[in-house]
């Protein structure tokens, strides 16, 4: 019986070894099946938040490198600008595999001169284990005490100050014309599903007046 015990003893922490050796493969894995079919094609549903299309863009009050950011002037394009609010690039699978794919779209984003600018409730430390991970080049702030979010209109509300999660936004993306107006917005109700980039890319251009140029 003894004997017994030791064999499940050794297999359980072989196991256990294992587990943990592999553990990061194993996390992506799941990740990877739960996004599997995040992306939409369009924005079609009725979830507006944010500021009203055809206004000023209000700024942003969050920090950058060290500097505290009240301007996006420093990532806008000669033709605009895209702001991407997510929740967190610590724990949310669907906000790092969004990252990812715009990371993968910025040259085409870059070519069409429309600046990508990130944004969660992260604090910097933890973005920056996501961005040197996967080599992303985009422009990701840190929101200070969830006053860009307040301000922007898309806090989420169901959480109160004292949650974990309390300061993350809807997520979800902003368009704004080099004069700082607001022309574009996508924004899905639902937390678990972005559009793709690619599609994304269509519709800045589109509202930013590009196509017709």
């Not at 079919?37 to 942003?60: H, Q, R």
């Not at 609010?85 to 990252?99: G, H, I, T, V």
Request: charged letters at 20%; proline letters at 6%.
């Amino acid at each position: 019986m003894k004997r017994i015990l030791i064999i499940i003893a050794a297999m359980l922490f072989g196991a256990g070894a294992l587990l943990y050796l592999f553990r990061d493969p194993i996390k992506q894995a799941a990740y990877d099946r739960l996004t599997a079919d995040m992306f939409a094609p369009a924005d079609t549903d009725t979830f507006d938040p944010g500021p009203e299309l055809g206004s000023d863009f209000p700024g942003v009050n969050a920090l950058y490198q060290g500097r505290r950011i009240q301007l996006l002037n420093d990532f806008a394009g000669d033709n605009g600008t895209v702001f991407v609010a997510s929740r967190s690039l610590d724990w949310c699978p669907y906000c790092m595999r969004q990252m990812i794919q715009l990371q993968a779209y910025k040259s085409a984003f870059d070519a069409a001169g429309i600046g990508l600018v990130g944004i969660t409730y992260d604090e910097p430390r933890l973005q920056q284990v996501f961005i040197e991970r996967h080599g992303i080049t985009i422009p990701i702030l840190s929101d200070i005490d969830a006053l860009t979010f307040k301000t922007l209109g898309i806090l989420n509300e169901d959480y109160a100050p004292g949650d974990l999660q309390y300061g993350i936004p809807h997520p979800g993306m902003i368009v704004i014309d080099p004069r700082g107006k607001v022309v574009g917005k996508l924004f899905l109700e639902a937390y678990s599903s972005r559009v793709d980039s690619g599609a994304a890319l269509a519709f800045a251009r589109e509202v930013l007046g590009l196509d017709a140029q």
